[in-house]
């Protein structure tokens, strides 16, 4: 029996590679593991692109004011319920 969502799957993936030029780009034969580290790090975000992890990020509001007070700053308060890697907060 043929799996229809494993077929949509493998057919979208496709797509993305060739949209993304990653099918024109073809690892080399027996080089494989540098062509995979180059492109994850091709992927990666720059730094400017990550000014996210250059916010004070704190764990409890106490210290969040306290530190707030010292540098006459204002605080974010964040809560989240789920999970954040998913992008559901």
């Not at 949209?19 to 027996?30: F, H, I, Q, S």
């Not at 062509?35 to 990666?44: L, S």
């Not at 730094?47 to 605080?75: C, N, Y």
């Amino acid at each position: 029996m043929i799996n229809i969502n494993r077929i949509g799957l493998t057919a979208v993936l496709f797509f993305c590679c060739v949209l993304a030029g990653v099918a024109a780009a073809a690892p080399p034969a027996g080089d494989v593991k540098d062509w995979v580290d180059r492109k994850v790090d091709d992927c990666e975000p720059k730094p400017e692109e990550r000014r996210f992890d250059q916010t004070g990020w704190l764990t409890d509001i106490r210290s969040a004011l306290k530190l707030a007070k010292e540098h006459d700053r204002p605080v974010f308060l964040f809560t989240h319920d789920g999970h954040m890697d998913v992008g559901r907060c």
